[in-house]
């Protein structure tokens, strides 16, 4: 893994732009870790308000469990609440944020309201085939949330963490037919905005279909890049 010697800010919003399985989170996770900044994964806070039963969670659990995108006024407004905090002042990384042209719109007025930089995005490029085989096979703990995948990376006692040995599951929104409407939820909405941030010149391509520790060189150096470009 690449990884600067001397730590410098992040000082910017960064998003991970790319289909789902695309290893935006487990990439997040490593940069996060690396300079010390939130990482914002708009499914997580949607699956934590399911699980607390919340109003939102309520609503979001159906339209999850279908492969649907939840509103843009309910995500919007959890977004808002969640960059407005004091933590996410040094930079932050937004994970499956935007997702439609209407939030990439709406992040842009909340950022320049917040005096905060615009956002550079590295976009995670990967084959359909891939990303399929990446979500039909991939199991989350539910304990510490640990990501396996029973084809690429499989724990070593089947169904258990190896961290803390929690029982590993299956997200409801990776069986086939809702993979096949979040693809097609992808296309449609998510993938005209590597137009729209590309047209800004703040975005960094990166092949996603590698091994885990070569795509985080490459999203580190794109990072890189993208500082030098500010
Ligand atoms: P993820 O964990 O990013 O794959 O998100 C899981 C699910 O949460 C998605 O399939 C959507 O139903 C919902 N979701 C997460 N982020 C968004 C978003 N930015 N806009 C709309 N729906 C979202």
């Known amino acids: 893994m690449v990884q600067a010697d001397v730590k410098k800010p ?10 789902p399985g695309a290893g935006k989170g487990t990439q997040a996770k490593l940069v996060c870790e690396h300079y010390g900044v939130p990482h914002l994964s708009t499914g997580d806070m949607l699956r934590e ?33 969640r960059i407005a905090r004091r933590d996410c002042l040094e930079g932050f990384v937004l994970d499956g944020f935007p997702r439609t ?14 005096r905060a930089f615009p956002p550079a995005v590295i976009y995670f490029n990967v084959p359909e085939d891939v990303l399929i085989r990446r979500l039909s096979g991939r199991r989350t703990c539910k304990v510490g949330f640990e990501i396996y995948n029973i084809y690429e990376r499989p ?6 963490c190896d961290v803390d040995g929690g029982e590993l599951i299956q997200r409801p929104d990776d069986r086939p037919e809702a993979i096949r409407e979040r693809l097609l939820a992808y296309r449609n909405l998510t993938e005209p905005l590597v137009e729209y941030y590309r047209r800004q010149g703040a975005l960094e391509e990166v092949a996603g279909k590698a091994t885990v520790a070569d795509v985080s060189a490459a999203v580190f150096s794109a990072l890189e890049r993208l500082e030098a470009r500010q």
Request: no cysteine; aromatic share 2%.
């Open 10 to 19: 992040l000082a910017r919003p960064v998003i991970f732009l790319g289909p």
């Open 49 to 81: 308000n399911v699980r607390q039963g919340t109003p939102l969670g309520l609503l979001a659990r159906p339209i999850m469990e279908r492969g649907d995108l939840v509103p843009d006024d309910l995500i919007l407004r959890m977004v808002e609440e």
């Open 101 to 114: 042209l209407a939030q990439a719109q709406a992040l842009d007025t909340m950022l320049k309201t917040q």
């Open 155 to 160: 724990p070593k006692v089947e169904g258990r």
